[in-house]
């Protein structure tokens, strides 16, 4: 009965579509057309794995130009994404807005791509390039301006409910606006070009708003407009779900470490305590499928932040950075140590301060730093039993050591494995091969690091390896997340992963909210830079992560993949194309050992791999053919 009911309603979808489309045309209202360029009117649709930047068209995508329907596929429980292309060279679009219509078991949210203007950085090849694509923004209940000859993506994020017939739903997205004859075309040759000059910027970019007179306010230009007309266009949906069901994150066998800093202080930078909600925060990283973790502790968390953690399916969760404490730490001191002072603010670097006279690189810890170490565990594991979350939970140390630390490894997580048997142990670690007989339970290296040879006698000996990746591997020819790197490339890092079928069995990242300002640069929330709700934000995406050391260095989003926004944090194309990532992992798992080979027309190694969409895409959709054909 109910598989009927899904087939009545979709039909009736089908001829609801069929039924607004004609009642558009009799309207005389625009609908939209295969072909491009169109008059007025400049709309498309491309997909998620595409960055677009302000000066583009529909013409400068290839076929994608020429696409107008949302076109995605799905597992169960999945979410995918397109995005819908619009750019109008005659007027401005304002008070747009975007609604979808579609059957109850998809849940749609429309989403404004915001830009950030990135400078560029010494630091890592491809850098800078002006405006670039990043936050997703809540679509204002009062619509978003499109200046004219600026382009604007919205961001269709599209999840199939878990308990869902598989199946072709129909549904469609209503897009609303209204033109007017004069735009602010002062701020369209200011913002929308890449030519913008870089000695505008100053070291603070509210000094650089401030000192440029060209800024322009929507009552300025509504007082100098005459009549608007509406227009509504409407964008079809074709959706396929597949009859294969993604992992719940609870059930899902990829391990992850996801690091953040989640403290109620870090956070109140930018909001007050009273508004700060760290569920929202929460749950904006559990529904990507990377649980707010955090590896550089010098003290563990509260028990309710594992506690809700696990409840939202998340397997792992750090509790201590063993390197974190003071060296000359003890049993006794560590217990009125306020730890807070401790802070890293989420940055990894050398955290310990080594005993006097050490000539390397290594901590060298004693019995009496262990034993503090202990200590500092033992409330927490506690807690931990108690709640019956204990096997979740793991501590973290010796962040990318050289070999010769090898002895310091050995001795202080022996210690705390023999002080908790169960809890686990992870670092990560870029030497090769690793002692099988050494106390760690997860082995993590960089990515492009990996040895087949000696990952297998790890694995074999029980253990787990887990991969990552940070500002390293910066250069061109490896795929990294920065801010300017194709869009494609922060999705295709997972199918790197996936082609392993368990090695790695996860993934590690050392920050995900680790917002840094420059020299003199205070914190802030991302907001509009105008008031009109045009894509353009007023966040400065350099990271400034090495700011004591190299005051000059910097990367456009290494180290974040989020912002803070006005009402709660924000999530940005480079995670959503991460959690697609993730979720296509899941799926290559379950192909055959013998299929494994249909994933190299994407990724072969750490240096090759497609820069195609359509071929990702196309090699998706065959790999769940292939897996539905054994259901």
Known sequence: PNEGRQQFFFSGMKQLLFALCGFLLLAGIPVVKGAWPNEG?????????????????????????????????????????????????????????????????????VYQVGYVYCRHSMRYGGSGGGWRADPL???????????RGV?????????????????????????????????????????????TPAETWQSSYDMYLSSNPQRVTVSQVEESVGEYTTLTTAVPLSVEVWNITVPSLHDSKIGTMWSGEWSPSYFGNYYPNSTWNKTQYFDLLLNQRTPPDALYLSSPRHIEDYVYMAQR?????????????????????????????LSFDGHPGRRWSRPPGSQDSCPHY??????????????????????????????????????????????????????????????????????????????????????????????????????????????????????????????????LAGRGQGTPSGWLYYAVDLWVPG?????????????????????????YIWLVQHPDIFANGDGQYIYPGRTGVLSTVRLENIRDGLEDWELLWQLDAADVSMVDAVVTGPSTWTSDPAT?????????AKIQLRK
């Not at 010769?404 to 997580?413: A, H, I, K, S, Y």
Request: glycine share 4%.
């Open 616 to 624: 990702l895409e196309t090699t998706r959709r065959s790999i769940a």
């Open 313 to 341: 399916g998340a397997k792992w969760f750090g509790l201590l950075d063993v390197c974190a404490l003071p060296w000359n730490s003890t049993a006794e001191s560590v217990l009125s140590l306020d730890l807070t002072t």
């Open 137 to 147: 923004l809540p679509m204002p209940a009062t619509g978003i301006t499109v200046p």
């Open 366 to 495: 004693n019995a009496t730093y262990a034993a503090a170490v202990i200590t500092l565990l033992k409330p927490i594991v506690a807690a931990l039993t108690e709640h019956n979350i204990l096997q979740y939970a793991y501590v973290y140390g010796f962040d990318e050591n050289p070999r010769q630390c090898e002895p310091d490894v050995r001795f202080l997580f022996g210690e705390i494995k023999k002080a908790f048997p169960t809890l686990r142990t992870a670092s990560t670690l870029n030497w090769s091969p690793m002692p099988t007989d050494l106390p760690l339970d997860v082995w993590i290296v960089q990515y492009q690091s990996y040895n087949v040879k000696d990952t297998e006698a790890w694995v074999a000996a029980g253990k787990q390896q887990f991969w990552y990746h940070c500002i390293e591997p910066h250069t061109l020819n490896f795929l990294n997340t920065f801010i300017e790197r194709p869009l494609l490339q922060s999705r295709t890092l997972f199918w």
């Open 151 to 195: 382009a604007q993506a919205l961001w269709v994020s599209i999840t199939a409910s878990p308990t869902m017939a598989p199946g072709k739903p129909s549904g469609f997205v209503t897009i609303t606006y209204q033109t007017k004859n004069q735009s602010s075309a002062a701020r369209v040759a200011a913002f929308s070009r890449d030519e």
């Open 519 to 543: 020299p003199g640069q205070r914190r802030h929330v991302l907001d509009y830079l105008y008031d009109d709700s045009s894509a353009f934000t007023n966040f400065d995406p350099a990271n």
């Open 41 to 109: 009117l400049n709309l498309c649709t491309i997909p998620s794995t595409i960055s677009v930047r302000p000066n583009h068209t529909c013409a400068d995508f290839g076929g994608y130009g020429m696409q107008t329907v949302g076109d995605v596929a799905m597992q169960r429980g999945e979410t995918e994404a397109f995005q819908i292309f619009l750019r109008n060279d005659e007027e401005d679009m304002v008070q747009l807005t975007a609604k979808a219509v579609v059957p109850p078991q998809l849940t749609v949210t």
